[in-house]
């Protein structure tokens, strides 16, 4: 079978090739890669003749075949008919369709009947995908570090309010192992030999340490390379930071760049120390048996989502106790790995909090150890990473325009209003509706938060006219300035156009079409019945909105009326080829 596969691939290259010149003036909407897997099983199970093609061989080869052989059944929802749709027409203008094929009016109302089946038979295929991926994540046993067991808990902690970029930069520049990690890479210097096969010689480890400030182990019976785990850390930082970089095998240089740390920009302060943040697996204590290292594998994580869910400070004697018990209950060798951790640091945490203290993230007073605000926004990174929920927003005297139209999207209205209220105390209206609406204007395919601008602003009322007079020449915002400008009565403003309302309708799509399918119906039925739906399509077109065409096809989905069905695709063909 697969000499066959391969013969009739190298047979229908040439033709998937003048496709897909075809398609780039005729249809350049249309996926080339699905036509091809299409077009190869009609030639395997339907026809010889690729150029022949009868109404029964696209059930045949839609409903049969594509399920048992596509691998992105989520694009193949999406546009595999809209391709096929495109490749039988290029076959019928091209003389291409063989005689005994069916005509191109049957193939394409063929097509029409079997799209609904075919997405139906793509999306059964996407849940079964998901409830596969589901499955495998259920089998896989949480670790000591995991955050996914404490995700119920950490979704209900109160707001966790992060400090400004600029504030972050100025800790995170003082960042200990930042430092010795940019101080190891200068030692390195150019085109060290080092590598998996070329090791540092002793004479160089003590180089190393003594330009790191770090003192000579007593390595017993050992190598001196088995004796300095704190070098091979801030070696690995050095890495993770892209301080050192490798420059053919066995070989590593300095990055050009790292000699600047700490940088002049905050943004790049804040990405390097971001790209280091994974080293605080670095702080877990390394012990000489192999097994209870890994038993205690994932301690540093483990005491950060406590101290989290203590909503940023915890006493070490608490932490302590939690964490002997946690590490007997997630490994066997938990409880003997965690008496030699003591005999062999004192206490179990301490290379933990060594660790965090020098990369800037804990502070430890007394009996109290404390997230510093680069601390917290570490853990949120982290949590974010693991996929858990939390209420964490900028604090209010660092929170931009967008920060509050992002987080206001996604809140109750009456935490909306309370956000709101609590930041309009430290601007003036006027200047408020002005950030608001150029917040709005940064991204003109965001609806939702040029919606939430737009109410916000319209809320300031005559203050705000200068701020939508600007507006005027945004084009995602004009229909908006329009409309408000002319409900206050505001004497020379332009009035709204009918481009003007089928923007603010395609907004309203846009944000019910991110509900889902159901809302995303009911929003159209708001417009109207069908003839005015149909109406509508006609004319909606030629807006040039960023979710125009995306629109046009979910309409053509979900909509039940055949009708409007076919409007939304002929708008969705005529959109293609015009703004294409």
């Keep these: 079978m697969t000499d066959r596969i391969e013969a009739a691939a190298a047979e229908l290259r040439p033709?998937?090739?003048?496709?897909?010149?075809?398609?780039?003036?005729n249809a350049p909407g249309s996926d080339s890669n699905l036509v091809g897997s299409v077009a190869l099983w009609h030639r395997l199970i339907a026809s010889t003749d690729v150029g022949r093609w009868r109404q029964a061989d696209l059930r045949t080869v839609l409903l049969d075949r594509m399920p048992q052989v596509v691998e992105d059944p989520d694009a193949a929802a999406d546009s595999m008919v809209p391709a096929i749709r495109a490749y039988l027409t290029f076959l019928s203008e091209t003389?291409?369709?063989?005689?005994?094929?069916?005509?191109?009016?049957?193939?394409?109302?063929?097509?029409?009947?079997?799209?609904?089946?075919?997405?139906?038979?793509?999306?059964?295929?996407?849940?079964?995908?998901?409830?596969?991926?589901?499955?495998?994540?259920?089998?896989?046993?949480?670790?000591?570090?995991?955050?996914?067991?404490?995700?119920?808990?950490?979704?209900?902690?109160?707001?966790?309010?992060?400090?400004?970029?600029?504030?972050?930069?100025?800790?995170?520049?003082?960042?200990?192992l930042i430092t010795k990690a940019r101080d190891l890479a200068m030692w390195v210097g150019s085109e060290r030999r080092v590598g998996e096969t070329t090791l540092l010689?002793?004479?160089?480890?003590?180089?190393?340490?003594?330009?790191l400030g770090l003192p000579a182990p007593d390595r017993g019976d050992k190598p001196l390379a088995d004796s300095v785990p704190a070098l091979w850390n801030i070696w690995?930082?050095?890495?993770?930071?892209?301080?050192?970089?490798?420059?053919?095998?066995?070989?590593?240089?300095?990055?050009?760049?790292?000699?600047?740390?700490?940088?002049?920009?905050?943004?790049d302060v804040l990405d390097a120390w971001l790209a280091g943040l994974h080293s605080i697996d670095y702080g877990d204590p390394e012990l000489d048996d192999e097994d209870a290292t890994i038993a205690l594998s994932g301690l540093t994580r483990a005491l950060l989502v406590r101290i989290l869910l203590a909503t940023g400070s915890k006493s070490l004697t608490d932490l302590r106790t939690e964490l002997a018990e946690a590490v007997a209950e997630y490994d066997e060798q938990g409880a003997e790995a965690w008496a030699e951790a003591a005999g062999q640091y004192g206490d179990p945490l301490t290379p933990v909090l060594d660790w965090l203290a020098g990369y800037g993230m804990v502070e430890v007073e007394h009996d109290q150890v404390r997230l510093t605000p680069l601390g917290m926004e570490g853990v949120v990174h982290l949590a974010d990473e693991a996929d858990i929920e939390l209420d964490a927003r900028p604090a209010i005297d660092a929170m931009t325009a967008l920060?509050?139209?992002?987080?206001?999207?996604?809140?109750?209205?009456?935490?909306?209003?309370?956000?709101?209220?609590?930041?309009?105390?430290?601007?003036?209206?006027?200047q408020a509706a002005k950030e608001l609406l150029e917040a709005a204007a940064e991204d003109d395919a965001d609806a939702l938060v040029r919606v939430q601008a737009a109410s916000m602003v319209g809320s300031l009322g005559e203050?705000?006219?200068?701020?939508?007079?600007?507006?005027?020449?945004?084009?995602?915002?004009?229909?908006?300035?329009?409309?408000?400008?002319?409900?206050?009565?505001?004497e020379d403003a332009p009035p709204p156009t009918q481009a003007d309302t089928h923007w603010l309708i395609l907004d309203m799509l846009t944000i019910s079409a991110g509900l889902g399918r159901p809302e995303f119906v009911?929003?159209?039925?708001?417009?109207?019945?069908?003839?005015?739906?149909?109406?509508?399509?006609?004319?909606?077109?030629?807006?040039?909105?960023?979710?125009?065409?995306?629109?046009?096809?979910?309409?053509?989905?979900?909509?039940?009326?055949?009708?409007?069905?076919?409007?939304?695709?002929?708008?969705?063909?005529?959109?293609?080829?015009?703004?294409?």
């Design 15 to 25: 033709l998937l090739q003048n496709f897909i010149l075809w398609a780039r003036e």
């Design 95 to 176: 003389g291409r369709l063989s005689k005994g094929s069916a005509s191109l009016k049957d193939l394409l109302t063929e097509l029409d009947r079997l799209e609904d089946d075919f997405v139906d038979v793509m999306e059964d295929l996407v849940a079964e995908q998901d409830e596969y991926e589901d499955d495998e994540d259920e089998e896989e046993a949480d670790g000591l570090g995991d955050f996914e067991p404490f995700a119920d808990e950490l979704s209900e902690l109160p707001t966790i309010r992060l400090r400004p970029d600029a504030e972050l930069a100025a800790a995170a520049r003082d960042v200990r």
């Design 201 to 211: 010689t002793d004479a160089e480890i003590t180089e190393a340490l003594a330009a």
């Design 236 to 267: 690995n930082l050095a890495i993770d930071l892209d301080f050192l970089q490798p420059e053919g095998e066995d070989t590593v240089s300095a990055d050009a760049d790292t000699a600047e740390w700490p940088f002049e920009e905050d943004d």
């Design 403 to 430: 920060d509050l139209l992002s987080f206001s999207a996604e809140l109750p209205e009456e935490e909306v209003d309370a956000e709101f209220a609590a930041w309009m105390e430290l601007r003036a209206p006027h």
């Design 463 to 490: 203050v705000a006219v200068p701020a939508w007079q600007d507006a005027l020449d945004e084009p995602s915002l004009r229909p908006y300035a329009a409309t408000h400008l002319a409900q206050l009565g505001i």
């Design 522 to 580: 009911s929003s159209l039925d708001d417009i109207g019945n069908v003839p005015n739906l149909v109406n509508l399509l006609d004319v909606i077109w030629k807006v040039p909105h960023p979710h125009l065409e995306e629109l046009l096809e979910a309409i053509g989905k979900a909509h039940p009326d055949k009708q409007v069905g076919k409007a939304a695709r002929r708008a969705l063909f005529k959109a293609r080829s015009t703004h294409n």
